[in-house]
């Protein structure tokens, strides 16, 4: 079975630690990518694409002989979140810090690069993807949409993530949902100030927020991964201005949808678009939605499930389908275009994703990348019945 070394593993530790103390956030990932790239010339890649959907990061290897194309994805950006853990590679960034492990993953793609350098695959491709953006939504389908991406569109596409919520040693792959669908929405109403003496000379939409700020919520229902699942999620609201002399006359609420579907996600906005709209029309205000940090389904194709299981488990890891991840992954994207399936990686226990004191367990990095070799190799070569 082809493994990193335990020099590579030293040296793809201290990168690893070295990119957690320069985080970048979404679309903001400059450095991190240019580093990504020198990493990968190093290596020898055959080609080197950068500047995919923004900052995104190509590595190809080619085999010998022509085949299919084997995507391999990881993600670049940080989270705007103030690190509160005290490693000696602590972000050295105010308010931005690696808190969902994305430094682990791109050192575990560079640990399959490592492998690949070494051989090649016989026949197809393997594209190293370090792909931006991925805390916003937006990246994936940047990536996707982008010109350049036309020459190296997958017939395969792998990912992992890992997960602290998943005992160590354990590998969930789902079949079918992989990662909730999910959407922001900003609901903005717009009446008339008034003087604080006088409200009744204005329109406030505080009465109308605060039936929505119960009412949204209870449009809850079904208990995840079940079909019928639906759950909103009240994240922000603001309502005129912090004085005391003014009546407001603006305010907004935004909430978070998630499902289980994307055609039940529609079906959500779309009742929650109603509900604003009848209740600003109750109290004469105007109302506008906007959508926001859109997620697609992430749904597993069944051949690349298996692939990633086999994989899983021929590296020691007890591969289960498991749950589908409650949160979302832009990752689903990929899956539009060509079977794919990501692999949720068991980290735990510890603090959980997006914790302020998260911090990725370097223990991942030599299985993750002998697991991701192994799939893209299986697929190429035909191999385990898929
Ligand atoms: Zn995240
Ligand atoms: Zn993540």
């Known amino acids: 079975m082809e493994e990193l070394t335990d020099a590579d593993i030293a040296d793809l530790t201290a990168l690893r630690r070295a990119l957690h103390a320069r985080p970048e956030v979404s679309g903001d990932e400059v450095e991190t990518a240019a580093r990504i790239a020198t990493e990968l010339a190093a290596l020898g890649v055959d080609h080197l694409v950068t500047g995919l959907g923004g900052h995104g990061v190509a590595g190809v290897f080619e085999g010998t002989t022509p085949g299919p194309t084997v995507l391999l994805r990881c993600e670049l950006d940080a989270l705007p979140i103030e690190e509160t853990g005290t490693p000696p590679w602590r972000s050295g960034r105010a308010g931005i810090a690696h808190l969902c492990g994305h430094d682990g993953h791109m050192a575990t793609m560079l640990g399959v690069g490592r492998m690949l350098a070494r051989a090649r695959p016989a026949a197809g491709r393997v594209v190293l993807m370090f792909q931006p953006s991925e805390e916003d939504g937006r990246g994936a389908i940047a990536v996707c949409e982008d010109a350049a991406f036309a020459d190296l569109a997958p017939d395969w596409a792998f990912a992992l993530h890992n997960e602290p919520d998943i005992a160590r040693g354990v590998a969930h792959v789902p079949d079918g949902l992989s990662s909730a669908p999910s959407v922001g929405l900003r609901l903005a109403f717009t009446g008339v100030e008034a003087h604080a003496c006088a409200p009744q000379d204005g329109r406030s939409p505080a009465a109308a927020m605060a039936r929505l700020m119960t009412a949204l919520p209870a449009l809850s229902r079904g208990a995840f991964p079940e079909e019928d699942f639906r759950l909103v999620t009240l994240t922000h609201a603001r309502l005129g201005e912090p004085a005391f002399g003014i ?140």
């Open 247 to 386: 009546a407001p006359g603006r305010g907004e609420v935004f909430v978070t949808c998630r499902t289980c579907s994307d055609a039940t996600l529609a079906i959500l906005e779309t009742d929650i678009y109603a509900l604003a709209q009848a209740t600003a029309n109750a109290e004469s205000l105007e109302f506008e939605l906007t959508e926001h940090d859109r997620f697609l389904a992430g749904v597993n194709d069944p051949d690349a499930a298996h692939a990633l299981r086999a994989a899983a488990s021929a590296v020691g890891l007890e591969a289960i389908r498991g749950s589908p991840l409650r949160a979302s992954e832009d990752f689903g994207r990929f899956g539009h275009d060509c079977p794919a399936a990501l692999l949720l990686l068991g980290a735990g226990p510890g603090p959980a994703l997006h914790n302020p004191d998260y911090d990725f367990d370097d223990g991942l990095i030599a299985p993750g990348a002998a697991l991701l070799l192994r799939a893209a190799r299986a697929v190429l070569d035909g191999a385990a019945g898929i």
